[in-house]
């Protein structure tokens, strides 16, 4: 039996420096009476607080509550797109994954931020959740998407797609796309990259499936796209190959050599070499 999944992305105005939490749920409202076969929603970077480092909340918090209650009454699961994590003195950019009953089973912080001018501490770890019957999905979050090795490792922990929640309203969304594709193609798995509009960015969000074939893209408005993905399309691909030609999954697990340029430290690579210290502008958000 095919293991379909109905999934929702919702492409929301955010309103800069405010909680959208509210808005959020009226939206997730919305998903649930016209698309009742939708089974997990989600939103785009920083969409909850408003790209506000002043909004930063700890875990658990009053809104991840508010999240977890309707995820439990209405039976679905929740990606409330990301947020400021205040933990001790540290600000994260922070993704979390709510179950169809109610509880937090998945926590990303960012481990990319987008230097130089997104101020918030690194992530350190990946992160992959399950939904049972269905698959294993992974976190990433905007310019971690720039980062092949992040991409990857999704892919070798076991994912099946990704949701990459992003905040982009910079000329370089049309680069994010193309990303979307390759990343895809190269783990030969599902993408969904979603941005937000208003002071959440740019809209232009993209649904890839493990070939990369675009399934769907939005424009720069507000939108709710829709799918309904089979993530045994994903094993189809894996085994008989992109196009029914490119095994490039079954060749990377047969590679039997080790790519050596990660087993010292990279920066002191000799690629790195004529490349100045990396430059900061201003601080985002407020």
């Given at each position: 039996?095919?293991?379909?999944?109905?999934i929702?992305?919702?492409?929301?105005?955010?309103i800069?420096?405010?909680d959208?939490?509210?808005?959020?749920?009226?939206?997730?409202?919305?998903?649930?009476?016209?698309?009742?076969?939708?089974?997990?929603?989600?939103?785009?970077?920083?969409?909850?607080s408003?790209?506000?480092?002043?909004?930063?909340?700890?875990?658990?918090?009053p809104?991840?509550?508010?999240f977890?209650?309707?995820?439990?009454d209405?039976?679905?699961?929740?990606?409330?797109?990301?947020?400021?994590?205040?933990?001790?003195?540290k600000?994260?950019?922070?993704?979390?994954?709510?179950?169809?009953?109610?509880?937090?089973?998945?926590r990303?912080?960012?481990?990319?931020?987008w230097?130089?001018?997104?101020?918030?501490?690194p992530?350190e770890?990946?992160?992959?959740?399950?939904?049972?019957?269905k698959?294993r999905?992974?976190?990433?979050?905007?310019?971690?998407?720039?980062?092949?090795?992040?991409?990857?490792?999704l892919?070798?922990?076991?994912?099946?797609?990704?949701?990459?929640?992003?905040?982009?309203?910079?000329?370089?969304?049309?680069?994010?796309?193309?990303?979307a594709?390759?990343?895809?193609?190269?783990?030969?798995?599902?993408?969904?990259?979603l941005?937000?509009?208003?002071?959440g960015?740019?809209?232009?969000?993209?649904?890839?499936?493990?070939?990369?074939?675009i399934?769907?893209?939005s424009?720069?408005?507000?939108?709710i796209?829709?799918?309904?993905?089979?993530l045994?399309?994903?094993?189809?691909?894996?085994?008989?190959?992109?196009?029914?030609?490119?095994?490039?999954?079954?060749?990377?697990?047969?590679?039997?050599?080790?790519?050596?340029?990660?087993?010292?430290?990279?920066?002191?690579?000799?690629?790195?070499?004529n490349?100045?210290?990396?430059?900061?502008?201003h601080?985002?958000?407020?």
């Amino acid at each position: 039996m095919s293991r379909l999944l109905g999934i929702a992305g919702i492409q929301m105005n955010v309103i800069q420096g405010q909680d959208n939490t509210d808005m959020m749920l009226k939206k997730m409202n919305a998903v649930n009476t016209l698309f009742p076969w939708v089974e997990i929603i989600f939103f785009s970077e920083l969409c909850l607080s408003g790209l506000a480092m002043k909004l930063a909340l700890p875990i658990p918090n009053p809104s991840l509550e508010k999240f977890g209650k309707w995820a439990r009454d209405n039976k679905k699961w929740v990606i409330p797109g990301s947020f400021y994590e205040k933990e001790g003195n540290k600000i994260f950019n922070t993704a979390v994954v709510i179950s169809s009953g109610g509880d937090l089973i998945a926590r990303y912080r960012k481990i990319f931020p987008w230097q130089p001018l997104e101020t918030s501490d690194p992530g350190e770890s990946f992160c992959v959740f399950d939904i049972p019957g269905k698959g294993r999905f992974g976190l990433c979050i905007c310019y971690d998407q720039w980062f092949p090795e992040l991409a990857r490792t999704l892919a070798l922990m076991g994912a099946e797609a990704v949701f990459c929640p992003t905040a982009t309203s910079t000329p370089d969304r049309t680069q994010e796309l193309i990303m979307a594709q390759a990343n895809a193609i190269a783990n030969q798995y599902y993408w969904f990259s979603l941005n937000g509009v208003g002071a959440g960015g740019i809209g232009r969000s993209v649904f890839v499936d493990p070939e990369g074939r675009i399934l769907q893209n939005s424009g720069e408005g507000e939108r709710i796209m829709t799918q309904v993905i089979d993530l045994d399309v994903v094993s189809r691909v894996r085994e008989y190959g992109t196009m029914g030609k490119c095994q490039v999954w079954k060749s990377f697990r047969d590679y039997n050599g080790k790519f050596s340029i990660y087993q010292e430290d990279v920066s002191k690579s000799k690629g790195f070499k004529n490349i100045g210290s990396l430059k900061r502008h201003h601080k985002i958000g407020g």
